[in-house]
């Protein structure tokens, strides 16, 4: 693997190390860096002064050692930093470590707290980038735009293969009812769709919208589509698997934008292959750290199982790609930095739930 490092140097803003009384040189080191990660955070950085090094490789044990005398590291959601990388980390005096996502199911929390090391997210940047891919999603799959695209391109304009359905009236049953699972709601509620929803507590706004919260056995039972929206957890881990699609309606629709574990793979093959599951539309994948955000089409692909399911004419994968919108970009920036200038300045972040550890 090639490994790039380029260092975008705008300043130096310097503070107190939290833990000590000496002063700090606060260097961001990020990692799976793509160009785009670049441009924003170097457009932003202008307002804030960190030194910044990218670096493409992810990070793990092995990586970890090319960190250099920087005070914060900026991982992203294939990144790994369990208890081994924590330590390292905690060697090279890391204190923070900022996720420039929502999700942190890859964060080791108790080992960040454990070597004192702070731990912040971006809880929310655009819901309705991901509600509204999930939705183009659905709607993909259903009137098969691709496939059109393709055949006329080809001067091939038959409509033989290409019947969809209304979406007016059908029933869709989201799991997870945070930011993203209510933007999604009220997406689906303006196409005349019925909206089930299961979360552990149930939203009243969603109430007054018109969706109904039901049981997680419900949504499975009556849904046409079922929308995953939920983070990833030991009570969310597979929760689509043999049991549940056994549950489910003939030719039911599955989206999941949020994370790949919660589906387990080879049951939705064999749920495919069963003609159980009519429809399949993946933007996260269980094993994607080994694919997703890279060129590959050079590359002999390893994974059956991502093979076995390209190979269904039914399926629609997107590579992790539902959050990449200007808005979202935007907002992971300008958040990530406020929350590492907090937590020097402060030791603290004003909003709560950017704060982990």
Known sequence: MLIFKVSTHIGIYNTIDMSSNTALHNKIAFFSTQPYDKSFFNKYNSDFGFELDYYETPLNLQTVALIENASIVCVFVNDIVNESVIKQLAEKNVKIIALRCAGFNNVDLEAAKKYDIKVCRVPAYSPQAVAEHAMAMILTLNRKTHKAYNRVREQNFSLNGLLGFDLFGKTIGIIGTGNIGKAFAKIALGFGCKVLAYDIVENVEMIKDGVSFVSLEEIFKWSDIISLHCPLND??????????????????????????????TSSVIEGLKEGKIGYL????????????FRDLSADIIQDDAIQRLMSFPNVLVTAHQAFFTNEALTQIALVTFNNIKSLLTQNDIENKAALLV
Not at 235 to 262: C, F, P, W, Y
């Open 235 to 264: 009570q969310t881990k597979h929760v689509i698997n043999d049991d549940s699609i056994a549950l489910m309606k003939e030719s039911v629709m599955i989206i999941n934008t949020s994370r790949g574990g919660l589906i387990e």
């Open 281 to 292: 539309g993946i933007d996260v994948y269980e094993q994607e750290e080994k694919l997703f």
